[in-house]
T-cell receptor, first 110, second 111 residues
Framework: GIQVEQSPPDLILQEGANSTLRCNFS?????LQWFHQNPWGQLINLFY???GTKQNGRLSATTVATERYSLLYISSSQTTDSGVYFC????????????FGKGTRLHILP | DSGVTQTPKHLITATGQRVTLRCSPR?????VYWYQQSLDQGLQFLIQ???????AKGNILERFSAQQFPDLHSELNLSSLELGDSALYFC??????????FGEGSRLTVL
């Protein structure tokens, strides 16, 4: 099945810093999503981005489907950005499985 | 609020017991997904239903089963529980666009 790798696995930053999280996938995909799991365990949709670039406030994402990767940018980090960021993909073979990467754990220091 | 409702939010039970987790998808969503998240782990895909039919299966144990009912709500049944089954169980739903929306999860503790 499709493999999803996220990097880095862990990231500790000072408040106000910028960061880039990466998601690589091993096969062509129909869709790709980014989620934030907050410290209380809730999974929040960030972007639905099978290709192209989207922006939402301090966050933006870019997916280059032909090169099988996606990037999540977080600018001017705040402590509320702490948590785990997951990338999830649906394989192009339409087996309907949406597979998650292992996540990047982000800790923003005040 | 994602619109996906999961009950119960917390459940504590003993080894060998059976529990049922319930999920109501967002209004209009036909697809329901179940995921398991063990402590400090990623989300493991268990099973997906579409309009009452099983659509895809992941690494779901034989002790676990699920179904989606005509009103589109879904139940995940976990039986002969073991300590290792302690985890957060998430339900998600999606519509025609494919975007997943998650419930708040059911935290299962097996003692």
């Amino acid at each position: 099945g499709i493999q999803v790798e996220q990097s880095p696995p862990d990231l500790i930053l000072q408040e106000g810093a910028n960061s880039t999280l990466r998601c690589n996938f091993s096969d062509s995909v129909n869709n790709l999503q980014w989620f934030h799991q907050n410290p209380w365990g809730q999974l929040i949709n960030l972007f639905y981005i099978p290709s192209g670039t989207k922006q939402n406030g301090r966050l933006s994402a870019t997916t280059v489907a032909t090169e099988r990767y996606s990037l999540l940018y977080i600018s001017s980090s705040q402590t509320t950005d702490s948590g785990v960021y997951f990338c999830a993909v649906e394989n192009n073979n339409r087996d309907d499985k949406i597979i998650f990467g292992k996540g990047t754990r982000l800790h923003i220091l005040p | 609020d994602s619109g996906v409702t999961q009950t119960p939010k917390h459940l504590i039970t003993a080894t060998g017991q059976r529990v049922t987790l319930r999920c109501s998808p967002r209004s209009g969503d036909l697809s329901v997904y179940w995921y398991q998240q063990s402590l400090d782990q990623g989300l493991q895909f268990l099973i997906q239903y579409y309009n009452g039919e099983e659509r895809a299966k992941g690494n779901i144990l034989e002790r676990f089963s699920a179904q989606q009912f005509p009103d589109l709500h879904s139940e995940l049944n976990l039986s002969s529980l073991e300590l290792g089954d302690s985890a957060l169980y998430f339900c998600a739903s999606s519509g025609s666009g494919g975007e997943l929306f998650f419930g708040e999860g059911s935290r299962l503790t097996v003692l």
